[in-house]
């Protein structure tokens, strides 16, 4: 792996690396967008690869949230010694794990290895229904188990949860049991048809339904009493401004490129995990020559680029549009297939620009988990 070179000039770094430090999975999920099986893949990023990835993140000023995910990350038998490494660089490292394999023993190491936060998924507010979506009979006894464990060890955890036709109905009570669980945060997923999702047939419901479902979330989002947000659904930023409420955290909607960037298991780099297109490798350029000159990135960032109804809205600047939907309709710089906004330039009202580019984004106020894995 050849060492970070700044190739970025005064671009600022992004908030969030995620990185895939695993495909191997003990779950079977129908929405993995990792195809993830059980055992891993390979070409994985050795340990003395993922050491140099860790060090070139830490060059960055400041150093961006590294989001250690999978595929299932506890099956890698170094990755809380990678934690440890990131933790020691000054980078904040956080986990996202379907939760089955915690036990006493690893959360001592979580805690030991400097980790700020876990992330577990929970995709049905009972057993019936996150067992059927995660595809393994007591994948819910374990999440509680897990979380049980992480209370008792002072962990804080955050409960990810992705919305998808079949269970849209249930997203109150899905939020209902995450705090119930104790999690400190409830991040809500749109699904992104990729990976296992790619040949689900409701993937794209009505754009409508989404947009009911996120309505409601904002009007429950003052008093849910956990840290919100809403994940791969751009047009929230849209809707809170519509709302006439305080933007959400975070500050944009699409960060791919833009603030985010993703690892793959085998050094393989991208805007984001949804969005199967490369900007570079790990193996041939450094990791900030990657995110300043990829041209992948310098496409999302330029507006111009953009094509139909992402290209002329008002909100570009706060949305973007999700970047992995518009690929599964064939064009990564085309509309967002989920939103029904009509932009005014095409509804002639005129044109009208909301938000500042999209490097003016405040960092959040706490670790995030976008395009987690598990």
């Not at 060059?59 to 020691?88: C, H, N, Q, Y």
């Not at 904040?92 to 006493?104: I, P």
């Given at each position: 792996?050849?060492?970070?070179?700044?190739?970025?000039?005064?671009?600022?770094?992004?908030?969030?690396?995620?990185?895939?430090?695993?495909?191997?999975?003990?779950?079977?999920?129908?929405?993995?967008?990792?195809?993830?099986?059980?055992?891993?893949?390979?070409?994985?990023?050795?340990?003395?690869?993922?050491?140099?990835?860790?060090?070139?993140?830490?060059?960055?000023?400041?150093?961006?949230?590294?989001?250690?995910?999978?595929?299932?990350?506890?099956?890698?038998?170094?990755?809380?010694?990678?934690?440890?490494?990131?933790?020691?660089?000054?980078?904040?490292?956080?986990?996202?794990?379907?939760?089955?394999?915690?036990?006493?023993?690893?959360?001592?190491?979580?805690?030991?290895?400097?980790?700020?936060?876990?992330?577990?998924?929970?995709?049905?507010?009972?057993?019936?229904?996150?067992?059927?979506?995660?595809?393994?009979?007591?994948?819910?006894?374990?999440?509680?188990?897990?979380?049980?464990?992480?209370?008792?060890?002072?962990?804080?955890?955050?409960?990810?949860?992705?919305?998808?036709?079949?269970?849209?109905?249930?997203?109150?009570?899905?939020?209902?049991?995450?705090?119930?669980?104790?999690?400190?945060?409830?991040?809500?997923?749109?699904?992104?048809?990729?990976?296992?999702?790619?040949?689900?047939?409701?993937?794209?419901?009505?754009?409508?339904?989404?947009?009911?479902?996120?309505?409601?979330?904002?009007?429950?989002?003052?008093?849910?009493?956990?840290?919100?947000?809403?994940?791969?659904?751009?047009?929230?930023?849209?809707?809170?401004?519509?709302?006439?409420?305080?933007?959400?955290?975070?500050?944009?909607?699409?960060?791919?490129?833009?603030?985010?960037?993703?690892?793959?298991?085998?050094?393989?780099?991208?805007?984001?995990?949804?969005?199967?297109v490369s900007a570079g490798s790990l193996r041939?350029?450094?990791?900030?020559?990657?995110?300043?000159?990829?041209?992948?990135?310098?496409?999302?960032?330029?507006?111009?680029?953009?094509?139909?109804?992402?290209?002329?809205?008002?909100?570009?600047?706060?949305?973007?549009?999700?970047?992995?939907?518009?690929?599964?309709?064939?064009?990564?710089?085309?509309?967002?297939?989920?939103?029904?906004?009509?932009?005014?330039?095409?509804?002639?009202?005129?044109?009208?620009?909301?938000?500042?580019?999209?490097?003016?984004?405040?960092?959040?106020?706490?670790?995030?988990?976008?395009?987690?894995?598990?």
């Amino acid at each position: 792996m050849r060492p970070g070179s700044e190739a970025a000039g005064s671009l600022p770094p992004p908030r969030l690396v995620a990185w895939e430090t695993t495909r191997a999975c003990n779950l079977a999920c129908r929405h993995c967008r990792a195809e993830a099986i059980a055992s891993p893949l390979p070409g994985e990023l050795d340990r003395s690869e993922a050491e140099s990835m860790i060090r070139q993140i830490s060059e960055w000023k400041p150093a961006p949230v590294l989001i250690m995910s999978g595929g299932e990350p506890l099956t890698r038998p170094d990755v809380f010694d990678l934690a440890g490494l990131a933790r020691d660089l000054g980078v904040t490292a956080v986990l996202s794990t379907n939760g089955t394999l915690l036990d006493r023993e690893s959360c001592l190491r979580v805690k030991a290895s400097g980790l700020k936060r876990l992330s577990m998924s929970l995709d049905g507010p009972d057993a019936g229904s996150h067992d059927a979506f995660r595809g393994v009979p007591g994948a819910f006894a374990s999440l509680v188990s897990a979380s049980a464990l992480l209370n008792e060890h002072g962990i804080p955890f955050q409960i990810n949860s992705t919305v998808t036709p079949g269970n849209i109905s249930q997203t109150e009570g899905m939020l209902a049991c995450a705090k119930a669980l104790g999690a400190v945060a409830f991040h809500v997923f749109l699904l992104v048809p990729v990976g296992r999702a790619r040949d689900w047939a409701e993937a794209f419901p009505p754009a409508g339904d989404y947009e009911a479902a996120l309505k409601r979330l904002k009007a429950l989002e003052p008093d849910m009493g956990v840290e919100f947000k809403a994940t791969c659904a751009p047009q929230y930023q849209r809707i809170a401004r519509e709302s006439g409420t305080a933007p959400p955290r975070g500050g944009k909607g699409c960060l791919g490129g833009q603030g985010f960037m993703f690892v793959a298991h085998d050094g393989a780099c991208g805007a984001c995990g949804y969005l199967p297109v490369s900007a570079g490798s790990l193996r041939e350029k450094g990791i900030r020559e990657i995110y300043g000159g990829s041209p992948l990135f310098a496409a999302l960032r330029d507006k111009s680029r953009y094509r139909g109804k992402c290209a002329v809205c008002e909100y570009w600047g706060v949305c973007g549009g999700c970047r992995a939907r518009a690929h599964a309709m064939g064009d990564y710089l085309g509309e967002e297939p989920l939103c029904p906004h009509v932009p005014k330039a095409l509804s002639g009202a005129g044109p009208k620009r909301e938000g500042g580019p999209a490097q003016g984004a405040a960092r959040p106020a706490g670790p995030d988990f976008a395009a987690g894995g598990a």
